[in-house]
């Protein structure tokens, strides 16, 4: 056989390849479409590429999850967040190395929802913001002593070494009496941001509205220190987590009493 026939031959046979595995590839698309269907409400045969593709995309960064009724509960094991759909409403789950949550976001009963149940959780890899406490103390140091500008720093805990660190962060600008800017704190490896913390100067400790736009979006534990400049300062403390702000007690005199 001469060399160009070969060739030839060669490359019918990879054209009638290539062909038969795109036959399989569409058929074994269908069987998965009908056996697992899509869990976004479009027609696939008829919806435009770029905004299925778009719209998977988002799926896959923000699943939906049905809450088993009779097997096991698995629970998120990677980092992200998932909304999950159970017999009394729609619940949000979070996960991060330090942390594991679980919040209802919207409850209802009126239609039986043939699903599980699930529960509010919030599991800290840490247990408890007090492992914090001597850390929480040097802000405060700190903050005191640059009041009335405003300070900042970052918590950081490695989930491996079970250990916190302290860093404060990178100012933009000049912090002032009434705002400060910084650089987000790049964790080091197995670390994550757990607590961000600012002061307010001789203001009081509470959330202002920049404040609530800077940690929208955000999963940490949030802390303000205030009144430095008096006797016995304020503090506050919340869980931020996606936009949910969930406030934290915590006696002012555990840091600076």
Avoid at 70 to 94: C, I, N, T
Avoid at 137 to 146: G, H, L, P, R, V
Avoid at 154 to 182: C, D, F, M, V
Wanted: charged fraction near 25%.
């Amino acid at each position: 056989m001469k060399k160009q026939e070969f060739a030839n031959q060669f490359s019918e046979l990879l054209d009638i390849t290539r062909a038969s595995f795109n036959t399989f590839l569409e058929t074994a698309e269908a069987v998965l479409r009908e056996q697992r269907p899509l869990p976004l409400a479009v027609d696939e045969e008829t919806a435009p590429d770029d905004q299925l593709q778009m719209d998977m995309a988002l799926l896959a960064a923000a699943p939906v999850a049905a809450v088993p009724r009779y097997a096991p509960f698995h629970p998120l094991q990677e980092s992200g967040h998932r909304f999950l759909l159970a017999a009394d409403g729609l619940h949000l789950e979070v996960r991060r190395p330090w942390l594991h949550y679980i919040q209802p976001l919207a409850k209802h009963t009126a239609v039986a929802i043939p699903f599980g149940e699930m529960t509010k959780k919030c599991e800290l890899d840490f247990g408890s913001i007090g492992s914090a406490l001597d850390l929480m103390k040097e802000f405060a140091t700190k903050a005191k002593a640059d009041a009335p500008i405003e300070a900042a720093a970052s918590l950081l805990w490695n989930h491996k070494e079970k250990a916190w660190r302290i860093e404060y962060p990178k100012i933009i600008g000049e912090a002032t009496a009434g705002s400060i800017q910084y650089e987000q704190v790049v964790p080091g490896p197995d670390e994550s941001l757990a607590i961000d913390l600012h002061s307010h100067g001789r203001l009081g400790a509470l959330f202002s509205d920049t404040d609530n736009e800077d940690d929208r979006g955000s999963v940490k534990i949030a802390g303000v220190f205030g009144d430095l400049d008096k006797d016995q300062p304020t503090v506050a403390f919340r869980m931020c987590v996606l936009g949910l702000y969930i406030d934290i007690p915590v006696p002012a005199s555990k840091i600076f009493g």
